[in-house]
């Protein structure tokens, strides 16, 4: 579901070309694993809260 997500993301952002960046599904492994505090292999809702709040990749991504 993160990966589909990511996808939509890179349409609305206007990289329809996904080639070019991270796959979204390589793209979503990297989040869960970077932001996945309790190791559950799921993100919670604050896991990605936080996670979005203290990676500036990330923020670029959500808000260009």
Do not use: T, W
């Not at 996808?7 to 070019?20: A, F, S, T």
């Not at 979204?24 to 932001?35: G, L, N, S, T, V």
Request: glycine share 4%; hydrophobic share 40%; with cysteine.
């Amino acid at each position: 579901m993160l990966a589909e997500i990511i996808k939509l993301i890179y349409e609305v952002n206007g990289k329809r070309h996904i080639k070019q960046e991270i796959a979204p599904q390589d793209k979503a492994r990297m989040i869960i694993d970077k932001f996945d505090i309790d190791g559950d292999r799921k993100l919670s809702r604050q896991e990605f809260i936080e996670g979005c709040l203290n990676d500036s990749e990330i923020r670029k991504l959500l808000a260009p």
